[in-house]
């Protein structure tokens, strides 16, 4: 899968190249990744590709050892629920805390946050839809102002990636979700925090069952 040098950054390309032949499962949890291979196959410099894999690791997707090369990372089902119920514990306090505190300029964005992401889910490209994602819980855990949960849950985002990726691709999830979200996000409007974070609750269990059964 070689990148079109035209459309986008070159190392933003191979960051989407590699990521979908992860989410695809082209690239197996627990492969290692030969830098020379991925170089010839997507047609670009070794220092994109080395650019690209510190990303991913970033993301969640890829685990480097010193002085080896990356390794697409391996979840096991035990480790997936523990991130999800640490997501739980950390998402619904920050739904709780939004609707106790943010402006309706934030509720606002949210919406808007929202949109845009539903826009991405209909796109049908997973990297679109977690950047967008990304954006909504910006705007969730600013709302909701408090710093440290919104660090403990940066500290989370990198091994959520991967599972969020494998609940999206999963067909018919990309759309449940987002009714699930604008669902809760219209209990936000309402300042019904004890609705909004049953829901999210909810939206939560139902994107780690998709997953788990991926």
């Known amino acids: 899968m070689k990148v079109t040098h035209a459309a986008a950054p070159v190392r933003a390309q191979a960051v989407e190249a590699i990521r979908a032949e992860i989410v695809n499962g082209a690239l197996k949890p627990g492969q290692r990744l030969v830098e020379r291979e991925l170089c010839e196959r997507l047609d670009v410099s070794r220092n994109t590709v080395r650019e690209a894999c510190r990303q991913l690791e970033a993301e969640g997707f890829l685990v480097i050892p010193p002085h080896k090369g990356p390794i697409v990372a391996r979840l096991s089902e035990e480790e997936a629920r523990a991130i999800y119920e640490v997501r739980e514990a950390l998402e619904c306090f920050a739904v709780r805390l939004f609707v ?23 796109s049908g490209r997973v990297s679109r839809m977690l950047t967008a994602k990304n954006r909504f819980y910006d705007v969730l855990y600013s709302g909701a102002g408090n710093d440290v949960l919104h660090q403990q849950a940066r500290l989370l985002h990198g091994r959520l990636a991967q599972l969020r990726a494998r609940s999206l691709t999963h067909q018919g999830r990309p759309r449940a979700s987002i009714e699930e979200i604008e669902e809760v996000v219209g209990r936000i409007a309402a300042r019904d925090a004890d609705t909004a974070s049953a829901l999210w609750r909810k939206h939560i269990h139902n994107a780690a069952a998709t997953a788990l059964a991926s």
Do not use: C, P
């Open 100 to 122: 106790e505190r943010a402006s309706d300029e934030m509720v606002a964005k949210l919406r808007d946050a929202v949109a845009k992401l539903g826009a991405a889910h209909d």
